[in-house]
């Protein structure tokens, strides 16, 4: 699990602005680079910092673990590519969400992150525990646009937001991890369909 600083920070976080953040976003850009050019096991900090042009202990200092670092990697990329949308319409808020859940993993390299992440997790708990928090936060993030739906009547009241999410992007992943079948706006916007036929009032 991310650890914290006094104050209510997380590792590697630091207040707004300044070389501080220039350093990490670098140092997070370098990651995510390398996740998707050589996957989760052929890199290390070492080389994070290589990249990031940064000394090592910088990002030690910040990020003491690789699976710390790359947590904080993977949430960052994932709040730019897969930004949660708000466009008053429950179908084209799914359809977005999904493409860019598409749009995110479905390419060589996205493919290649998600997938080395997920098979080092299962050798790793520290990694594991920050993916657990990593897909609360974003399955959280992703609940108002089905509350805002349900206000306007477009969903029943009794819709679980969490589960009709994670139907969502489900399907994806499932053909990312298991079945290999092509991933697609097509496939993200028969997925839309589906869970709001099965969730209409």
Do not use: C
């Not at 140092?27 to 090592?56: M, P």
């Not at 992703?142 to 489900?170: H, Q, S």
């Amino acid at each position: 699990m991310t650890a914290t600083r006094p104050g209510g920070r997380r590792v590697g976080e630091q207040r707004p602005g300044g070389r501080a953040e220039r350093v990490r976003s670098a140092v997070l850009d370098a990651t995510a680079e390398l996740l998707e050019e050589v996957g989760y096991d052929r890199f290390g900090i070492d080389d994070v910092a290589t990249r990031a042009g940064v000394h090592k202990t910088t990002v030690y200092r910040r990020w003491p673990t690789k699976p710390e670092l790359v947590a904080d990697a993977v949430q960052a990329h994932s709040e730019v590519h897969v930004p949660i949308p708000d466009t008053g319409d429950v179908h084209a808020d799914l359809q977005a969400l999904a493409r860019s859940v598409v749009a995110n993993i479905g390419s060589v390299g996205g493919a290649r992150r998600s997938r080395s992440i997920v098979a080092a997790a299962a050798h790793s708990e520290e990694l594991a525990a920050s993916l657990r928090a990593f897909w609360s936060d974003r399955l959280g993030a992703a609940v108002p646009i089905v509350e805002r739906a349900v206000a306007r009547g477009d969903l029943p009241p009794d819709t679980d937001p969490i589960l009709l999410i994670e139907t969502l992007v489900g399907p994806i992943w499932l053909r990312l991890l298991m079945t290999g079948e092509p991933i697609d706006d097509g496939l993200a916007d028969r997925v839309t369909e589906l869970v709001l036929t099965g969730a209409a009032p």
